[in-house]
């Protein structure tokens, strides 16, 4: 009788744990950096699932939903890591922590404006490691042409010749400028 009672005891153990492991399982979607990732894990946190798949998110990375929050199955948890980037705006250099995965989402984020000039390409994915970029911030400049009336442009371009390019006013061989090119 003893048997049986051990026997049916054991039994109801691997069960329940059966159950519960059944129960606690969920596939999830990673989405690192844009990259997605699917996992199947027994974590009941966006923690636990982002460590089961290998990710430790410091302070500095986005986190949605946060690392404290349950998950369930079929949920997708986004994390998306910061990147340190150098950006020098008119000669001005400054260090600024970013999450954006792209040049023009890094732009957005720093509240500049859609018409100044940016080293690189907008669509230009920003690595991981970091990066320098270039900005120029729009400034109005009298053009005077010859003889032709003066006439205000406002723009934005690193140098004189690559202003007077965008302005439509590209410099020729026989052409002089003030300051120089």
Do not use: C, N
């Amino acid at each position: 009788m003893t048997l049986y009672f051990v026997v049916a005891a054991l039994l109801a153990t691997l069960i329940v744990g059966g159950a519960t492991a059944v129960a606690r399982h969920k596939t999830v979607t990673i989405d690192v950096d844009g990259e997605l990732i699917t996992l199947s894990t027994m974590s009941t946190d966006v923690s636990g699932a982002l460590s089961a798949a290998g990710f430790e998110p410091d302070e500095k990375d986005l986190v949605a939903p946060g690392p404290d929050s349950s998950i369930s199955d079929g949920e997708t948890v986004v994390l998306r890591r910061a990147r340190e980037l150098t950006v020098t705006i008119d000669g001005e250099p400054e260090q600024i922590w970013t999450t954006a995965l792209t040049v023009d989402e890094a732009l957005q984020q720093m509240d500049l404006a859609d018409d100044v000039h940016v080293s690189a390409s907008r669509g230009e994915r920003l690595p991981l490691e970091g990066t320098d970029l270039e900005v120029a911030l729009p400034k109005q400049v009298t053009l005077v042409d010859g003889a032709a009336p003066a006439a205000p442009v406002t723009l934005a371009a690193p140098t004189v010749a690559e202003f007077l390019e965008e302005a439509g006013t590209p410099l020729e061989q026989a052409d002089t400028v003030t300051p120089g090119p």
